[in-house]
């Protein structure tokens, strides 16, 4: 369980002004949940993540990973990132062991549980290839592999698949839902597109901006139908699917309405 | 008329069918197609101009000697030697003087730059005198040299690992700067201590401009070995140049000239094999 507590972030702005991304957000993310936070750009979602993942201190406020408090970045919360951070000068199978090499491991052992972290994601036969030879897919998923390496307790995603286009993203959510109920990790997952939301989450907050505050919570039970039916069509096809999407794009609407006018 | 426009166009279609037109996005700049024809036909542009000035005495024959002439000088160097030396002797001499100051340069650039990149304190402190004395031409400082050093091997090499050092320290800098945060972030999640963040992580990522600065760094070592060889030498390429001046030998200069190029081409040549072999991931990504 990851206990977020009245987590505010003021950043110094470039011109000298305030910025208050995050005010007093609370969140709980239970075991085997898998959160998404929804939000337009700007509203804090990315500022919330990292200070989970340690990259960012918290103005006032904690974070605690099963009672631990939060104070840095570290191997028992493995991070998915928009953009991959892979390491071209090493192989993929390489770059899914980085983590164990990090812990000591020896390098068959940790080439060998790489290998099977890599079937999981369905590049069993790409592990001899570098990065830079796979599609925006492949090393997403290469990425999420990696962060799996060192069995951390939590998944933080920021927006891992905001770059790929619209039917490579599709497979790779079913292929994350597959992965997430294999391995019954937490997931917290960024996204701002709401289907995406809808289809993925256990537990949906949507965050509005200036201040980052969370402005609405649900409970979903889209991915469990889908995790044990395994068909996505008629998932999204649901009246209940529709009628929430179009709720929150109401209100997502609203909140930058809000916003604008407040400017 | 309209037989006519059938029968202009008819030929032009079945040149379609058999070779279609290729056809590709225009760009700006000059892109990345082989220039090879066009340099060597400049070089032989040059050669023959070089032929004619000489030959037809348009210079003076002391200023410009024939490429004949300065091809029969190299031969009877490369036989006989120059100035008391082999052409071996003086050619390993600049070799060895280039080497050590390159491993000089190299051993104390790359972790000082690192360092910079890495630690507000040590680029505060290195920053200063590096920016000071950088800029100066080697040959405003060859004096100093000589006065502190003497007039062996050591004045020498510690002038080329000067020259040769400011390359390096500053491309390790900015190689360490231009390592993604992203990275780093990635790294520490992982769970890298700082000793591994730098071997994994830092290191690697500044390698490529590293390598960019060894090779400007050698350049810019041959371009000052004549200065340094200027200063009591008995051996070296520089020498041999200087002191075939004195005497007005201007095929032997050209010679000279010829061997530094040589060298200094090789040298650039093997350190893009080095950066290929190395960093063939630079450019991707």
Not at chain 1, 232 to 257: C, M, S, W, Y
Not at chain 2, 162 to 175: C, E, K
Not at chain 2, 261 to 280: D, H, K, N, Q
């Amino acid at each position: 369980m990851l206990r977020v507590d009245k987590a505010s972030v003021f950043f110094a702005a470039r011109d000298g002004r305030t910025v208050h991304a995050l005010d007093r957000v609370s969140l709980e993310i239970p075991d085997r949940a898998f959160v998404v936070a929804l939000g337009a750009s700007g509203c804090g979602k990315s500022t919330l993540l990292n200070a989970m993942a340690g990259f960012l201190p918290l103005s006032s406020g904690s974070i605690a990973l099963d009672g631990a408090e939060v104070t840095g970045p570290g191997a028992d919360r493995g991070v998915v990132f928009q953009k991959d951070a892979l390491l071209p000068w090493k192989t993929v199978v390489e770059n899914v062991a980085l983590g164990l090499k990090f812990a000591g491991v020896r390098r068959a052992e940790r080439l060998a549980r790489a290998q099977e972290l890599l079937r999981l994601v369905g590049l069993q036969d790409f592990g001899a290839a570098a990065p830079y030879e796979l599609s925006g897919g492949m090393r997403q998923r290469v990425g999420i592999a990696r962060a799996l390496a060192t069995d951390p307790a939590i998944l933080l995603m920021d927006e891992p698949f905001g770059a790929l286009d619209s039917l490579t993203r599709e497979q790779m959510q079913e292929l994350l839902v597959d992965v997430w109920d294999r391995t019954g990790k937490q997931i917290f997952f960024i996204t701002h597109s709401i289907e995406e939301a809808l289809f993925l989450g256990t537990h949906l907050v949507v965050m509005s901006p200036r201040p980052g505050r969370i402005v609405a919570r649900y409970d979903l039970d889209f991915v469990r139908a889908f995790a044990a039916t395994g068909d996505a069509r008629a998932v999204k096809n649901a009246p209940a699917f529709g009628a929430l999407r179009d709720d929150i794009r109401a209100l997502v609407h609203e909140t930058q309405i809000l916003r604008t006018a407040a400017q | 008329m309209t037989s006519d426009v059938a029968a202009t166009s008819a030929p032009a279609e079945r040149a379609h069918e058999s070779a279609p037109r290729l056809v590709k996005m225009r760009r700006f700049g000059a892109g990345e197609g082989s220039t090879l024809p066009i340099s060597l036909a400049s070089g032989a542009v040059i050669l023959a101009a070089w032929w004619i000035v000489a030959e037809l005495r348009i210079v003076p024959h002391l200023f410009l000697p024939t490429p004949a002439e300065v091809a029969n000088a190299a031969v009877s160097i490369f036989q006989d030697g120059y100035a008391n030396a082999t052409l071996f002797e003086h050619v390993g001499a600049s070799l060895l003087r280039i080497f050590a100051a390159a491993a000089i340069a190299i051993a104390l650039g790359i972790p000082i730059g690192l360092l910079m990149g890495l630690n507000k304190w040590a680029k505060g402190v290195f920053d200063t005198p590096i920016e000071f004395y950088w800029p100066l031409p080697p040959l405003a400082y060859l004096p100093l040299m000589i006065i502190w050093l003497g007039i062996g091997e050591t004045s020498k090499i510690v002038l080329l690992a000067l020259a040769m050092f400011a390359p390096i320290v500053l491309s390790a800098q900015a190689g360490v700067r231009s390592v993604s945060q992203e990275r780093v972030n990635a790294a520490l999640s992982l769970g890298a201590t700082r000793f591994q963040l730098m071997r994994e992580i830092v290191l690697p990522s500044a390698l490529p401009e590293i390598l960019t600065g060894i090779r400007i760094s050698l350049g810019v070592g041959w371009g000052t070995l004549v200065a340094a060889e200027l200063i009591a030498a008995t051996r070296g390429i520089g020498y041999l140049i200087m002191s075939a001046s004195h005497f007005l030998a201007t095929d032997v200069v050209f010679v000279g000239i010829g061997i530094i190029a040589a060298c200094a081409f090789a040298f650039s040549f093997a350190m893009r094999l080095l950066e290929a072999w190395l960093v063939p991931w630079k450019g991707q990504n």
